[in-house]
């Protein structure tokens, strides 16, 4: 855990090849960290690219195409700090793409990050919450949170933040990292690292990543 851990506050994630294939994903999560399960106590969520889907999912909006780049629950007050993901099938050529948000924080400058205001799309909890796209959390440094589709500009300096984030999103180049092998997991720092499917080929609609999410890490 102390080389995951120093990998992770240098780069922001971590492969890990065909990792502690004698456990399954929910023993994995607790090895690596504190697991949240942010939805009826589903500690585990399996996914499978699908072309139609319910309309408020990405899988609704974009089926088996590119997802655009993300951070996971962007529209919670704190969003989970990481994101394990773990491969059950896959494949080399479906690769999860990942960008660093300290190299987007830097391009758009943050200031602009830090004033920007941003609304969820929908309420949670009955609440409209207003959220900064970057705010300092205790020593940890900053959190980031992106997702075009589910966080709205809701100010002046958050609809210069949106196109700025944007336009910097269409011309990075991202790092690709394919999970093609069972039991490949890839943790991630969700309050730093935006990430995105890539677009899902002819005969790999089979492919199933599980995901957990984590408080902290052990």
Not at 26 to 53: F, H, K, M, S, Y
Not at 61 to 72: E, N, R, S
Not at 117 to 135: A, M, S, W
Not at 170 to 182: G, H, K, Q
Request: glycine share 6%; proline share 8%; hydrophobic share 40%.
């Amino acid at each position: 855990m102390s080389k995951i851990k120093n990998e992770i506050a240098a780069r922001g994630y971590i492969f890990l090849s065909g990792f502690r294939p004698d456990e399954n994903t929910a023993e994995v999560a607790n090895t690596l960290g504190i697991p949240l399960a942010p939805w009826d106590d589903r500690l585990i969520q399996t996914l499978i690219p699908r072309a139609e889907a319910t309309p408020n999912t990405y899988s609704g909006i974009y089926g088996l195409g590119q997802f655009p780049f993300h951070t996971d629950l962007a529209h919670w007050r704190v969003p989970p700090r990481y994101l394990v993901l773990r491969c059950v099938i896959g494949y080399s050529d479906v690769p999860t793409l990942l960008v660093d948000g300290q190299a987007l924080i830097r391009a758009v400058s943050l200031e602009v990050m830090a004033r920007a205001i941003f609304k969820p799309r929908r309420p949670r909890d009955g609440v409209l919450q207003l959220l900064r796209l970057c705010e300092p959390i205790d020593d940890d440094g900053w959190l980031l949170r992106w997702d075009e589709v589910f966080l709205n500009p809701a100010s002046k300096i958050g609809d210069v933040a949106n196109l700025k984030v944007r336009e910097w999103l269409t011309e990075c180049e991202p790092l690709s990292i394919s999970l093609a092998n069972p039991n490949d997991t890839l943790l991630i720092d969700n309050w730093r690292i935006l990430h995105a499917r890539s677009p899902i080929p002819d005969g790999r609609g089979d492919r199933a990543i599980e995901r957990v999410y984590l408080r902290g890490l052990n």
